[in-house]
């Protein structure tokens, strides 16, 4: 069975979010790409501002773990669920809108979460 486009692209994400590879993190985005990490945060704009903006508030290797699927992708669009856990602390619940360009990388993304207290 083939990966779909989305699926490789959120596979190349958490591999850059495992390493914070500069490199890896770069290669997800296109030269103009837009990220917007909350509703109330400004845009990082192209590829250098969000490498940057990514590696200022990067997650350690190892104080996470993340599962996803993939709730809708047709043409350019990608919907995907997550669930980040951050076992010393807190879990939330993620939704990410992204826009590929046709060469496979990102012009836009968007991520929404939610703050969820750990279940014991």
């Known amino acids: 069975m083939a990966v779909s486009r989305g699926a490789e692209w959120v596979a190349d ?4 979010w495992q ?3 500069p490199n890896l993190i770069g290669a997800l985005f296109t030269d103009d790409a837009v990220y917007l990490t909350s509703p109330d945060s ?11 903006g990514w590696l200022d508030d990067l997650d350690e290797p190892g104080t996470w773990a993340f599962d996803w699927r993939i709730i809708h992708e047709r043409d350019d ?3 995907i669920q997550g669930r980040t ?5 807190t879990d939330f619940i993620n939704l990410w809108i992204i826009r590929l360009a046709d060469d496979g990388r ?10 969820r207290e750990h279940q014991d």
């Not at 994400?13 to 850059?16: D, E, I, P």
């Not at 400004?42 to 940057?52: F, L, Q, T």
């Open 85 to 89: 856990i951050y076992p010393a602390a």
């Open 13 to 16: 994400y958490v591999a850059a």
């Open 42 to 52: 400004e845009p990082r704009v192209g590829r250098d501002e969000i490498v940057a």
């Open 19 to 21: 390493s914070n590879d």
């Open 106 to 115: 990102a012009r836009e993304f968007t991520e929404w979460y939610m703050r």
């Open 77 to 79: 669009l990608l919907l």
